[in-house]
Structures are given as C-alpha cells and as structure tokens.
C-alpha cells in the first residue's frame, strides 16, 4: 500500500490551524478596511518574466526558490507560482490601468504563497502572506502609514514586543555610487565569498549583504553602508519618514545593514521582528518602497510601497507566546428522538432549524435515546431537541440540558424559541 503525505514544506492546516488562520485573516481584513485598502485576487500563477523582471533575477527568491512549472506544450508560455504578490499586483495595476484612478491605489491580497526553500521551523515552501500595496504616493507620510499599519496588525493579533527594523537603501540616484564601493570591498575579500556569493558580485552586489551564508556575517558586518551614502533627497524623504512614525509611536530601530531580498526596492526598507529574534529568518513581515518597479512592468513611473507579513509566523509566535487557542463552539442544539431508527424526522427538523442560522446537530446514530441525550451533554450542547410521538401534532419536547427542565414546544415556534434562548446565553 502506498502511504501518502502533504509534500515536504506544506502543512495541512487542521481545524485549529486553520480557524486561527481565519482569525488573523479578519484582523487583516478589519484594519485594511480602516485603513482604506481594497482587497483584490490575482492568480496563484504568473509568467515566469513576472517574478523576473519584477523582483530580479539574481534573487534566492528567483535564482533557487521559484516553483516552475512544467510548460505544455500547446503554449511556450513560462509559469511559476508566485513567491509574493507585490510583482503580479504591479502586474495588474499596468494591466487595468489603475494609473487612470485616484491615486494612490491601496490594495490588500491574503493568500499562499509559494517558494522552492529548505524547509525549516517558520520557513516553508507554501506559506500564507497579507500583502499591502499603495501605489501613486511618492511618500513619506505613505511610508509612515503602511508601516505603522503593519505594525497595528500585530498588535492587534496579540503579538507582543514586535519592532520595526528600519533602513534607507537609497535610489537610482545615490545607489550606483555605493555599489562601486561595495563591489570593491567584496572584491578585495572575493577569495573569502562562498561560490553564489562570487557570481553575484558583479550582476548584484547588494544581494550578498542579504546573503543567507554564515560564512558571510562578518564581511557583511564590515561593508560599506548605504547610510553613509543617501543623496540629499533619499536623506530627507528618509528622515521625513523617521518623524512621521515618532509622531505615530510606532517602535522603531535603524538597521543600517537591511537591504531586503528583492531587487524592486528603493529608500524606505523595512522588517518587523519579535524583539530578541532579528535572525536572517524570523522576520515576521517585511516590506519597502520601489519607485521603478511599475516602469519595470511596462507602466508609467510611478511610486509604490507595500508589506507582506507572514502569517505562518504569526501563527507560530503566538504559540510560543501561549496565546488561547480557538476553542470550537457547541452545538446549541442536538436533534434527538425516541425512535432509534427514525433518523428522516431527526435530520429534518435539525435542517429546518439550521435554515433559520442556528448551529444545531442532529443524532444520526441509530441508538436508544438515553445514549442520544447523553452524548448531547458531552457535545456541551445547552438543548435537546427530542422527537417522539407528539411529532404527528406538531411538536415535540425541548430540554434544557444545563437546567434539567423540559417543555413541549410546536415545531412553528421552535426556532425562534431556540434563536432567543441562544441570544440570552449567548450561544451561536
Ligand atoms: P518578503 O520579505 O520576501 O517580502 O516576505 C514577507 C514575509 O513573508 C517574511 O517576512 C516572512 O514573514 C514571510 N515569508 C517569506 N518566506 C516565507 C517562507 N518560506 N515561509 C514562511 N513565511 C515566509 C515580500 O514578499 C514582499 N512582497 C513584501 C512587499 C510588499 N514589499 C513591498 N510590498
């Protein structure tokens, strides 16, 4: 017999997992509403070019992690699962011509995402993200906004001692300058880079200051910072920001070795972190601007900013954090009867009932009614909804399973009497 199982890096995500999912899902969804975010789809799927363009090609997320799928052969198109949702958002603000609308254009996507990685705590291959995008504000007071938005998520989700990592990685501007001076300090070091490392110096230098290699944190450590090479205006959109999110209280430190792990990004870079866990992998959500991003994906220029956070890890720090987990409601009701074999009158009336929006269980169980009612008590239920012979005259007996009362109702009265038990017990 073959055995099966989820394919390495993906969870199934059981009950449990998956209502605390939801949880934060609807907190996402709750703030981008506050915050004036409209929600969109876009596929699970984009031409491969997408992701290349978009977030670089010497990327680890482009270069090793991207799901490629196997073309067909009716078309010579290339696909991938998308790693992120920023590049097909871009995608499909050039696409309809979201540059006619009010600018800025803020979006929000919730779903997976996907990234051939290592598999390891907090690291998988089919991961949930909430993403956010406003596209169209230059900034900085959009900076400031987005990031404290993120910030609110987990404050709002029950996260404790998030901070924001925060850095400028400068623009077209200022950054060619910097990465000469940083092509030089790892050239002087390239006989100590390991092998990606060497290939990347000359089409990415900046990539290997994000590099994954502990062989890398000391040379890293000891680079060229772009702080110390901001032009006049990177500096002041960067300081700009810093006021903004002092006047807003969100938590702050500047990281001056951030660069993040696409190409897209420019000024403002961003990381949120449990404080005491800023390691290379736990970050619980990150983001930045890119200004050439929508030129880069056959638009206009125009400026964008966004985060996505991960709501894995999310997950998993409240875990570790000892957050209550959902706990499953009881059925208001179980449908029980006094004829074992009459499952037709059971499953009816719990169907009438849960056509009126009551959460009720029928008992399919063909066995004595003693049995019936006592598994309604372990379900935790507070009635039972007994069927016997008063069936043929419209009615039949509710019995408060935690006051041990019980009473003859009319089957035209009962889901109303059940809907107002449930309000005053707060039940359903
Ligand atoms: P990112 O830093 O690649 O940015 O991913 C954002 C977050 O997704 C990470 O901080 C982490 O929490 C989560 N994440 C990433 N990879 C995995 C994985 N393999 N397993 C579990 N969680 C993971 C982006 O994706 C950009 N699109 C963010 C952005 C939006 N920038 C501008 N707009």
């Not at 067909?72 to 609308?101: C, F, I, K, N």
């Not at 810093?242 to 000024?267: I, K, M, N």
């Not at 009438?352 to 959460?359: K, N, P, S, V, Y």
Request: glycine share 10%.
């Amino acid at each position: 017999m073959p055995s099966f199982h989820a394919p390495r890096g993906t969870r199934d995500l059981l009950p449990d997992a998956s209502s605390g999912l939801n949880r934060l899902e609807g907190i996402a969804r709750s703030l981008a509403g506050r915050y004036g975010y409209r929600e969109m789809d876009i596929p699970i799927f984009e031409q491969t070019a997408v992701f290349e363009r978009g977030i670089g090609e010497a990327t680890d997320v482009v270069e090793k992690e991207l799901f490629r799928l196997a073309s067909r052969t009716e078309d010579s198109e290339a696909w991938a699962l998308r790693p992120e949702a920023t590049a097909g958002v871009v995608r499909a603000y050039v696409q309809h011509g979201m540059q006619t609308w009010p600018q800025p254009v803020k979006l929000t996507v919730l779903g997976p995402m996907f990234r051939y990685d290592r598999p390891q705590a907090g690291r998988y291959r089919q991961f949930w993200q909430w993403d956010a995008e406003a596209i169209g504000d230059p900034g900085p007071a959009v900076d400031a906004e987005i990031v404290e938005l993120g910030y609110r998520f987990y404050v709002e989700s029950g996260v404790p001692d998030v901070q924001v990592l925060l850095n400028s990685i400068g623009d077209g501007a200022c950054r060619p300058a910097y990465l000469e001076q940083l092509t030089a300090y790892f050239g002087r070091h390239e006989a100590e880079l390991p092998e990606l490392e060497r290939r990347r110096l000359d089409a990415n230098p900046l990539r290997l200051l994000d590099s994954k290699d502990p062989a890398m944190a000391a040379l890293v450590a000891a680079a060229p910072r772009i702080g110390d090479c901001l032009c006049e205006a990177c500096a002041a959109h960067f300081a700009a920001v810093r006021t903004h999110l002092d006047a807003l209280g969100v938590p702050y430190r500047l990281e001056p070795t951030l660069v993040r792990g696409l190409d897209y990004y420019t000024r403002t870079a961003f990381e949120y972190y449990r404080h005491g866990a800023e390691g290379q992998q736990q970050a619980l959500g990150g983001g930045g601007r890119y200004d050439g991003l929508v030129e880069l994906l056959g638009g206009r220029p125009t400026p964008g900013i966004g985060f996505a956070l991960g709501l894995d890890r999310v997950m998993l720090a409240l875990e570790k954090s000892g957050a209550a987990a959902a706990v499953e409601a009881p059925p208001l009701a179980v449908v029980v009867g006094a004829d074992p074999t009459d499952t037709v009158s059971r499953l009816r009336v719990a169907s009438l009932l849960r056509a009126e929006g009551l959460f009720v269980r029928a008992e399919l169980a063909q066995r004595k009614l003693g049995r019936q009612l006592e598994s309604a008590s372990r379900d935790h239920a507070h009635f039972a909804v007994i069927i016997g012979d008063e069936l043929n005259g419209g009615h039949v007996q509710l019995k408060d399973l935690e006051a041990g009362t019980q009473h003859l109702v009319a089957l035209d009265d009962l889901a109303r009497d059940l809907a107002r038990a449930a309000k005053s017990h707060h039940h359903g």
